[in-house]
């Protein structure tokens, strides 16, 4: 996460260094209900979201970073522990 500079933007629990405020803290993303507010937040569709957000939520500022599929997947179980 630290490379893809996840924290300039985000607050994340664990990662040093990540304390932005653009967007919203991490800190209990597994524990919501939703991504980005509409988005049912299960694996599948938090690997999705990480990939390419744009495509599920047209207009959101968060952008496409070029995660490949493993990558993703990585973020995706780390961001579920963060309840």
């Not at 800190?27 to 990939?51: D, F, K, Q, T």
């Not at 957000?53 to 496409?64: D, F, N, Y």
């Amino acid at each position: 996460m630290a490379q893809y500079q996840c924290g300039a933007c985000h607050a994340i629990p664990g990662v040093q260094g990540a304390g932005g405020g653009a967007g919203p803290s991490l800190e209990h993303m597994g524990s919501l209900s939703y991504i980005a507010g509409r988005i049912p937040n299960n694996g599948g569709n938090m690997v999705a979201w990480l990939r390419d957000p744009p495509a599920l939520k047209p207009g959101t500022p968060m952008p496409a970073l070029g995660l490949s599929e493993q990558e993703a997947r990585h973020m995706a179980a780390y961001l579920r522990t963060l309840k």
